[in-house]
């Protein structure tokens, strides 16, 4: 499919790319009277493209609702892990330059990852380990297949020993890198599929392979050559009046919150002022989920992969590396569900493979959900999502700041009210 180079463009009639105007005037009904009227979200951004123009945009209530400030298109958000697909992307763009291969052991690059241990049996306190049947690579980094995890799922003993060891403390990503060297992984790369802190290892791969920090790697690979702007680990005094508060869902934060506020619809847990960890720059560059981004930022980044790795003339990935990337590459074709862990993802499980760095849709009966087979997506924690799906030239971009991400199920509606507003 041939992609223009130019760049996407807002269409006058959305009924020129096959949508329903109507319809979507009433998917900004939905999320207004359901998420924004009703205090569940403090206010939501929606962006769909399809042909490489720009069929709807909306912004929807507020950024902060302690200060009124309203959602804008240029509202800064925290994306958490929507960062893992941009490190991912930066990390195959140096393997397009032959500076890695997907199949080489992390050892290559962190050594002392050469004698990493998977957990046998025991108690945080006292357990055995086992040697892993093989070394892990860069494609188990890629894919989630690495055996590492999150200290906060809070599921498994190695979930304990990750809290123990501080690893969510702000380290030098190289310091990072060493504390996870000790620790054991849930199982042997390859095997499973399990969410975790591999593409912040990335992040450090790529730090090594390159020379310079991740987020010069970053500006340089992509932000710059695709114009985004707002795009970074943290947010200057110049623009900090974009930067948007981010709240959570009481009954299910992830943090702990100031008495009394557990019968809330949610809570505020970072007002984007000075104390906001993002408004200054952060020890721990975290490739996983560190990113701050726009609307209009993230859709430059979505086109791009749409387009086969190019916008606006500058070429990020080929076709092909676009292409293989966004297979499913778990092993035999498998799906999360027979593969992953029974615990949180950014994603469903049945009819969901995984790529390098995107979840991806292998069977799209089983999802339960409107899609195609071949569409590719992420998430982050504060109920950010995207899609883009080749077979429509489709991309879908919505913004809130809530989290958990798994508080209310935006991402199913959104699939059916987005794909019920197509005519063709």
């Given at each position: 499919?041939?992609?223009?180079?130019?760049?996407?463009?807002?269409?006058?009639?959305?009924?020129?790319?096959?949508?329903?105007?109507?319809?979507?005037?009433?998917?900004?009904?939905?999320?207004?009277?359901?998420?924004?009227?009703?205090?569940?979200?403090?206010?939501?951004?929606?962006?769909?493209?399809?042909?490489?123009?720009?069929?709807?945009?909306?912004?929807?209530?507020?950024?902060?609702?302690?200060?009124?400030?309203?959602?804008?298109?240029?509202?800064?958000?925290?994306?958490?892990?929507?960062?893992?697909?941009?490190?991912?992307?930066?990390?195959?763009?140096?393997?397009?330059?032959?500076?890695?291969?997907?199949?080489?052991?992390?050892?290559?690059?962190?050594?002392?990852?050469?004698?990493?241990?998977?957990?046998?049996?025991?108690?945080?306190?006292?357990?055995?380990?086992?040697?892993?049947?093989?070394?892990?690579?860069?494609?188990?980094?890629?894919?989630?297949?690495?055996?590492?995890?999150?200290?906060?799922?809070?599921?498994?003993?190695?979930?304990?020993?990750?809290?123990?060891?501080?690893?969510?403390?702000?380290?030098?990503?190289?310091?990072?890198?060493?504390?996870?060297?000790?620790?054991?992984?849930?199982?042997?790369?390859?095997?499973?599929?399990?969410?975790?802190?591999?593409?912040?290892?990335?992040?450090?791969?790529?730090?090594?392979?390159?020379?310079?920090?991740?987020?010069?790697?970053?500006?340089?690979?992509?932000?710059?050559?695709?114009?985004?702007?707002?795009?970074?680990?943290?947010?200057?005094?110049?623009?900090?009046?974009?930067?948007?508060?981010?709240?959570?869902?009481?009954?299910?934060?992830?943090?702990?919150?100031?008495?009394?506020?557990?019968?809330?619809?949610?809570?505020?847990?970072?007002?984007?002022?000075?104390?906001?960890?993002?408004?200054?720059?952060?020890?721990?560059?975290?490739?996983?989920?560190?990113?701050?981004?726009?609307?209009?930022?993230?859709?430059?980044?979505?086109?791009?992969?749409?387009?086969?790795?190019?916008?606006?003339?500058?070429?990020?990935?080929?076709?092909?590396?676009?292409?293989?990337?966004?297979?499913?590459?778990?092993?035999?074709?498998?799906?999360?569900?027979?593969?992953?862990?029974?615990?949180?993802?950014?994603?469903?499980?049945?009819?969901?493979?995984?790529?390098?760095?995107?979840?991806?849709?292998?069977?799209?009966?089983?999802?339960?959900?409107?899609?195609?087979?071949?569409?590719?997506?992420?998430?982050?924690?504060?109920?950010?999502?995207?899609?883009?799906?080749?077979?429509?030239?489709?991309?879908?971009?919505?913004?809130?700041q809530l989290m958990p991400s798994s508080a209310y199920p935006i991402r199913q509606e959104l699939k059916a009210l987005v794909y019920g507003a197509m005519t063709k």
């Open positions: 499919m041939p992609h223009s180079s130019a760049a996407p463009t807002t269409v006058t009639d959305p009924t020129e790319v096959g949508f329903d105007p109507g319809r979507l005037a009433s998917i900004d009904r939905f999320i207004s009277e359901r998420y924004v009227q009703s205090g569940r979200y403090a206010g939501f951004s929606l962006l769909i493209s399809r042909q490489g123009t720009v069929a709807h945009r909306s912004v929807l209530g507020e950024a902060n609702s302690d200060t009124g400030q309203p959602m804008a298109e240029d509202t800064l958000v925290r994306i958490y892990s929507m960062s893992k697909p941009i490190t991912s992307v930066a990390l195959l763009s140096l393997y397009e330059e032959g500076r890695l291969q997907l199949d080489e052991p992390v050892s290559t690059f962190i050594p002392s990852w050469s004698n990493l241990r998977v957990w046998s049996d025991g108690s945080p306190n006292n357990y055995s380990t086992r040697f892993p049947e093989r070394e892990m690579t860069i494609h188990d980094l890629l894919t989630h297949t690495s055996g590492l995890t999150y200290s906060w799922m809070g599921r498994h003993p190695v979930d304990a020993l990750y809290r123990k060891a501080r690893v969510d403390h702000d380290h030098e990503l190289e310091s990072y890198v060493e504390l996870l060297a000790d620790l054991p992984l849930l199982f042997s790369p390859g095997t499973e599929w399990s969410y975790s802190v591999a593409t912040d290892v990335l992040g450090r791969v790529i730090e090594i392979v390159a020379g310079e920090r991740l987020d010069t790697v970053l500006n340089k690979r992509v932000f710059a050559p695709l114009g985004m702007v707002d795009t970074g680990f943290w947010v200057d005094d110049e623009r900090a009046e974009r930067l948007s508060a981010n709240y959570a869902l009481p009954s299910l934060s992830p943090f702990p919150l100031p008495e009394g506020t557990g019968g809330k619809q949610r809570a505020i847990i970072d007002g984007g002022d000075e104390a906001s960890p993002f408004r200054r720059r952060p020890t721990f560059l975290s490739g996983g989920g560190g990113l701050v981004s726009t609307m209009g930022d993230y859709h430059r980044f979505t086109q791009m992969l749409l387009r086969g790795g190019e916008l606006d003339d500058s070429r990020i990935l080929s076709p092909k590396t676009v292409r293989y990337a966004t297979l499913n590459h778990l092993p035999g074709g498998r799906d999360l569900a027979a593969m992953g862990q029974p615990t949180f993802s950014e994603t469903r499980y049945d009819g969901i493979g995984f790529g390098l760095g995107f979840s991806v849709v292998v069977d799209p009966s089983a999802t339960q959900t409107v899609c195609s087979s071949g569409e590719f997506a992420w998430g982050g924690a504060a109920s950010t999502l995207f899609w883009v799906d080749p077979s429509e030239e489709l991309t879908v971009i919505g913004l809130a």
